[in-house]
Structure formats: structure tokens, C-alpha cells
């Protein structure tokens, strides 16, 4: 796809907050006719610009009361001990997110989990037998100001 332009950009947070838009309604928001707006949006598909659609949901609701954000140093950065972090961490649920990180540590997890029994039990039996793991510091979530989907508009 050529670079994207504002209008893909305004159909692309139209969908962040409304998901279940149809295309005429998206299509008025953006200022388009229903054609050339359900064009772009296939090919905003098809580039890869639009990873696929998800519900939104409650994390408390469906049951995952704690979330966890989880700060991890490496004892050592071989490639062996990066690369088997990475796989093992990639294949746990309680994982929504993990990202490499500059600074102090290496690695940030965002983790949801039931309770803190449930953490407890994720990092002594998840966590600890990857092995390599240097250091371990969590900070828990009591308190949610602002949590979004949407991108910043550039224009």
C-alpha cells in the first residue's frame, strides 16, 4: 500500500472507537461514498495497517481482577537465554503485552490475573523456572485514569 494519507488515518481511529461501524455510517464520518471508503478499508487490511477486530471487554467483569505490570532484568543477554525468555513468556496467557525495554530492565510485562494468589502463582511457577531472570519488580494497578485504544490524531 502507498503511504497513508489522513483520510486512512480517520477511518482507522473511526474504527478504534467504534469497531462495529458499518461501512455507510464510516464511510459519512470520513467524508467518503460507501465505495471508495470499503475499498480503503480492504486495503488497509491487506497492508497489514489493520491487524484484525476485537471486542473491548472488562477485565474485572470476566473475572481477571489484578493487573500487573512486571519489570524483568536478565542475568545475562546471551542469545540462548534472550531467545528462550522471549519464546517462553510469548506462550503465557496471563501475558497481554511484553515489551523490550531501554533503562533498568529489559523486559515490561503487562499481566492480568485473578487475584493475588493467581500472581503469586505465575511468577513462582512461570516466571522463576525460565531461568536466567535476574531481577523481578511489580507494580500493581489499583486505579485506572485514562485507557484508550485510539491513536493520536497527526493531523
Known amino acids: 500500500m502507498a503511504e497513508m494519507d ?13 469497531g462495529r461501524i458499518t461501512n455507510q455510517d464510516l464511510a459519512e464520518l470520513v ?9 480503503r478499508l ?14 473491548l471487554a472488562d477485565a474485572k467483569t470476566y473475572g481477571l481482577g489484578l493487573e500487573v505490570y512486571v519489570r524483568i532484568r536478565l542475568e545475562k543477554h546471551h542469545e540462548d537465554v534472550v531467545q528462550n525468555f522471549e519464546r517462553r513468556v510469548s506462550a503465557m496467557q496471563e501475558v497481554l503485552e511484553c515489551h523490550m525495554m531501554t533503562g533498568q530492565v529489559d523486559y515490561q510485562l503487562r499481566v492480568l490475573v ?8 505465575f511468577i513462582r511457577n512461570k516466571i522463576h523456572p525460565i ?4 531481577s523481578i519488580e511489580t507494580s500493581f494497578v489499583y486505579g485506572t485514569v485514562k485507557k484508550t485504544a485510539v491513536f493520536p490524531d497527526l493531523g
Open 6 to 18: 489522513q483520510k486512512d488515518r480517520q477511518i482507522i481511529r473511526a474504527l478504534q472507537r467504534e
Open 114 to 121: 485473578a487475584g493475588l494468589d493467581a500472581y503469586e502463582n
Open 31 to 39: 467524508n467518503l461514498s460507501p465505495s471508495p471508503c470499503l475499498r
Open 131 to 134: 531461568g536466567g531472570v535476574g
Open 42 to 55: 480492504r486495503n488497509l487490511e491487506k497492508s497489514g495497517a489493520i491487524q484484525g477486530f476485537s471486542a
